[in-house]
């Protein structure tokens, strides 16, 4: 994700990630696992973005999992509240397992 960002998120370029979380609702997926490991700073509308995706995937029961290695992006979280809304992980294994526990018998084996 951040690769485009040039590891920044903020109002100049969230556009994108904004439509991209919505096409991911549309398209029925509702746990998302967002990876931030190139994102080095997230600002209000960065984080804003994230929290109208959320907003979004509950509506289904879903959740937003952030894998986030930036003490700098961790901390645009925390200091609104939200690492306590937002499951975060340093690692997108990590995130995977916790949508796993979050989604009991959402996926179905073949």
């Given at each position: 994700?951040?690769?485009?960002?040039?590891?920044?998120?903020?109002?100049?370029?969230?556009?994108?990630?904004?439509?991209?979380?919505?096409?991911l609702v549309t398209q029925g997926r509702c746990?998302?696992?967002?990876?931030?490991?190139?994102?080095?700073?997230?600002?209000?509308?960065?984080?804003?973005?994230?929290?109208?995706?959320?907003?979004?995937?509950?509506?289904?029961?879903?959740?937003?999992?952030?894998?986030?290695?930036?003490?700098?992006?961790?901390?645009?979280?925390?200091?609104?509240?939200?690492?306590?809304?937002?499951?975060?992980?340093?690692?997108?294994?990590?995130?995977?397992?916790?949508?796993?526990?979050?989604?009991?018998g959402a996926y179905v084996r073949r």
């Open positions: 994700m951040g690769g485009g960002a040039g590891g920044y998120l903020d109002g100049s370029n969230v556009a994108p990630l904004r439509k991209l979380m919505a096409d746990y998302l696992i967002m990876d931030l490991t190139d994102v080095d700073f997230v600002d209000s509308t960065g984080v804003g973005v994230f929290v109208g995706g959320l907003k979004r995937v509950r509506a289904f029961d879903g959740q937003v999992v952030l894998v986030v290695t930036s003490e700098q992006v961790v901390k645009a979280f925390r200091i609104t509240g939200l690492t306590k809304v937002f499951p975060m992980s340093e690692t997108v294994d990590r995130a995977v397992e916790t949508i796993g526990r979050e989604a009991a």
